[in-house]
């Protein structure tokens, strides 16, 4: 389940059948792994979510989807294509990454880039 568990789960379903819907789940989840039970903040700095898309068109509208989500949790959503880049202090503090396929593979081999990179989730 991907709320529920930490598992890798592969979710093929037509469009229009909730894939979105099963990733916020799996980043809820990932989010309340990291919410402080004495005060209900939520410790940004321990991870950090990459979501795929496959086209830059379908990386803008899931940065708006996702900020409407997110912002009442106080955290950060970030566009990263090869049209809208990020310097290493935007990655440092964005929660939620939004990529292409493309960008972020050239982005991961930087060795200098790879600070943060054991923090994702």
């Given at each position: 389940c991907a709320l529920f568990s930490a598992d890798n789960m592969l979710v093929c379903a037509p469009t229009?059948?909730?894939k979105t819907n099963v990733a916020v789940l799996t980043m809820l989840h990932e989010v309340g792994l990291h919410v402080n039970p004495n005060d209900g903040s939520i410790d940004r700095g321990?991870?950090?979510?990459?979501?795929?898309?496959?086209?830059?068109?379908?990386?803008?509208?899931?940065?708006?989807n996702f900020q409407k989500r997110f912002d009442k949790y106080g955290l950060k959503v970030g566009e990263l294509t090869g049209d809208v880049g990020m310097t290493r202090y935007q990655i440092a503090n964005t929660d939620i990454i939004i990529s292409t396929p493309e960008k972020w593979d050239?982005?991961?081999?930087?060795?200098?880039?790879?600070?943060?990179?054991?923090?994702?989730k």
């Open positions: 229009g059948a909730g321990k991870f950090k979510i990459v979501y795929i898309a496959p086209m830059k068109a379908l990386v803008a509208e899931m940065v708006g050239i982005v991961t081999r930087k060795q200098r880039n790879r600070s943060f990179t054991h923090l994702l």
